[in-house]
């Protein structure tokens, strides 16, 4: 007899195996695989039904939702086997001088079969020690450090006070635009038609059918590469999270051809030729020296009458995403600085608005120029931290 998940019945179920699922998904993505929005509403459903709890049901199901690639299948068993029964690997414990305690996030019943362990628990794994895992499911081997890293991912900016520490934080941040780009560049999208067919699609599609096939869906690289203008807000309140967004904006600049930069405070600053140096220290140095004032106030609106004036008609097409990244205080008139998102939103696809703000306890956007910019935001995000940035990817892959 296969084995069988312990899902919880009490009233906070639901609660619980929506958190486990949302850990799972992060641990996929982890792992290099394309899991967006769409795979998750999918996997809810599925994980609703009354079949849930059989694994020899789940797997194959989740198998089919979350593995788009050849490679996605030989590693999928592998992983789900780890988060969902405990087989073959360990929780990653984060590193902080103290010594481990044993992972709670799979509890053994009295017949040998898991169940869901309680909120918060870790919802990461790597391998274990000893022979039997010495070759990782990712075919790279485990890294040293890699507690550490997972841990860095995680921590605030303001928060990173250890000169290695914040280098690691810029290393980490360019990486990240390295890999969304390689990523992103790789998406392909439906059609009825096509050289490729769309297996995971296809699939998805026979669910109302009764899982037959009725419609087979082919895929294709996407035509127009999506266009990236960030926008970086470089004063003083921002100054605990500049230096790491213009490593990541370097990243995003030197490997985004379709990509642009500026800097704003008190005047906004097209930096994108010293951003494509290759040299991330070299690039930084020309920037400052561009961006001469930089840490002073902010006139959001002004630099987006700028923006707007001088700049938009060159770099925004159909086809562009503006992300701005401030905290939203603005010693402007927020009627000028609404004026200006109202012009910007009618040229431009989206206008994404991380604000690193969001990540703290109890934040709410209260601020007058926050106030006028939201009503023409698609997307508002935090920025905190690595981890607020890579969960950016599945929502640019959608534009």
């Given at each position: 007899?296969?084995?069988?998940?312990?899902?919880?019945?009490?009233?906070?179920?639901?609660?619980?195996?929506?958190?486990?699922?949302?850990?799972?998904?992060?641990?996929?993505?982890?792992?290099?695989?394309?899991?967006?929005?769409?795979?998750?509403?999918?996997?809810?459903?599925?994980?609703?039904?009354?079949?849930?709890?059989?694994?020899?049901?789940?797997?194959?199901?989740?198998?089919?939702?979350?593995?788009?690639?050849?490679?996605?299948?030989?590693?999928?068993?592998?992983?789900?086997?780890?988060?969902?029964?405990?087989?073959?690997?360990?929780?990653?414990?984060?590193?902080?001088?103290?010594?481990?305690?044993?992972?709670?996030?799979?509890?053994?019943?009295?017949?040998?079969?898991?169940?869901?362990?309680?909120?918060?628990?870790?919802?990461?794994?790597?391998?274990?020690?000893?022979?039997?895992?010495?070759?990782?499911?990712?075919?790279?081997?485990?890294?040293?450090?890699?507690?550490?890293?997972?841990?860095?991912?995680?921590?605030?900016?303001?928060?990173?006070?250890?000169?290695?520490?914040?280098?690691?934080?810029?290393?980490?941040?360019?990486?990240?635009?390295?890999?969304?780009?390689?990523?992103?560049?790789?998406?392909?999208?439906?059609?009825?038609?096509?050289?490729?067919?769309?297996?995971?699609?296809?699939?998805?599609?026979?669910?109302?059918?009764?899982?037959?096939?009725?419609?087979?869906?082919?895929?294709?690289?996407?035509?127009?590469?999506?266009?990236?203008?960030?926008?970086?807000?470089?004063?003083?309140?921002?100054?605990?999270?500049?230096?790491?967004?213009?490593?990541?904006?370097?990243?995003?600049?030197?490997?985004?051809?379709?990509?642009?930069?500026?800097?704003?405070?008190?005047?906004?600053?097209?930096?994108?030729?010293?951003?494509?140096?290759?040299?991330?220290?070299?690039?930084?140095?020309?920037?400052?020296?561009?961006?001469?004032?930089?840490?002073?106030?902010?006139?959001?609106?002004?630099?987006?009458?700028?923006?707007?004036?001088w700049h938009a008609k060159r770099v925004i097409t159909s086809r562009t995403a503006?992300?701005?990244?401030?905290?939203?205080?603005?010693?402007?008139?927020?009627?000028?600085?609404?004026?200006?998102m109202r012009a910007l939103r009618r040229r431009c696809r989206r206008i994404i608005?991380?604000?690193?703000?969001?990540?703290?306890?109890?934040?709410?956007?209260?601020?007058?120029?926050?106030?006028?910019?939201?009503?023409?935001?698609?997307?508002?995000?935090?920025?905190?931290?690595?981890?607020?940035?890579?969960?950016?990817?599945?929502?640019?892959?959608?534009?």
């Open positions: 007899m296969g084995a069988v998940l312990r899902l919880p019945t009490d009233h906070d179920a639901g609660e619980l195996v929506r958190s486990r699922l949302a850990g799972f998904v992060r641990n996929l993505r982890d792992n290099g695989f394309l899991v967006g929005l769409s795979e998750t509403r999918d996997a809810l459903k599925i994980i609703a039904g009354p079949d849930a709890s059989r694994v020899s049901l789940l797997r194959p199901a989740f198998r089919a939702l979350f593995c788009a690639r050849p490679s996605d299948w030989e590693r999928f068993d592998d992983i789900f086997n780890a988060y969902w029964l405990g087989h073959g690997m360990k929780s990653v414990v984060h590193v902080s001088g103290e010594p481990p305690k044993a992972s709670t996030s799979l509890r053994k019943s009295g017949d040998g079969a898991p169940s869901l362990g309680k909120p918060g628990t870790p919802d990461r794994t790597e391998r274990g020690e000893g022979k039997e895992h010495d070759n990782p499911a990712d075919g790279r081997g485990r890294r040293e450090g890699a507690s550490t890293t997972d841990s860095l991912e995680k921590t605030d900016f303001r928060h990173i006070a250890d000169p290695e520490q914040m280098e690691e934080a810029h290393r980490l941040a360019e990486r990240l635009s390295r890999e969304m780009r390689a990523r992103l560049t790789r998406r392909e999208r439906a059609r009825r038609s096509g050289p490729r067919l769309d297996l995971r699609r296809t699939i998805h599609r026979s669910i109302a059918t009764g899982g037959t096939p009725m419609e087979l869906v082919h895929r294709h690289r996407m035509d127009k590469p999506l266009r990236l203008v960030v926008l970086l807000d470089a004063s003083g309140s921002m100054s605990l999270y500049s230096s790491v967004f213009l490593r990541f904006m370097h990243g995003v600049v030197d490997h985004f051809r379709e990509a642009e930069a500026f800097l704003f405070h008190t005047r906004l600053v097209h930096v994108s030729d010293a951003l494509r140096e290759k040299d991330a220290a070299r690039a930084v140095d020309r920037m400052s020296l561009m961006a001469q004032g930089v840490g002073g106030g902010t006139k959001i609106g002004e630099s987006l009458k700028t923006f707007n004036t503006v992300m701005i990244v401030s905290d939203g205080y603005d010693t402007g008139e927020p009627e000028a600085l609404a004026n200006e608005w991380l604000n690193p703000m969001i990540g703290w306890d109890n934040y709410s956007p209260e601020a007058r120029g926050m106030q006028a910019a939201m009503p023409y935001i698609d997307l508002f995000a935090p920025a905190h931290n690595l981890e607020s940035l890579q969960a950016l990817e599945p929502y640019l892959a959608r534009i």
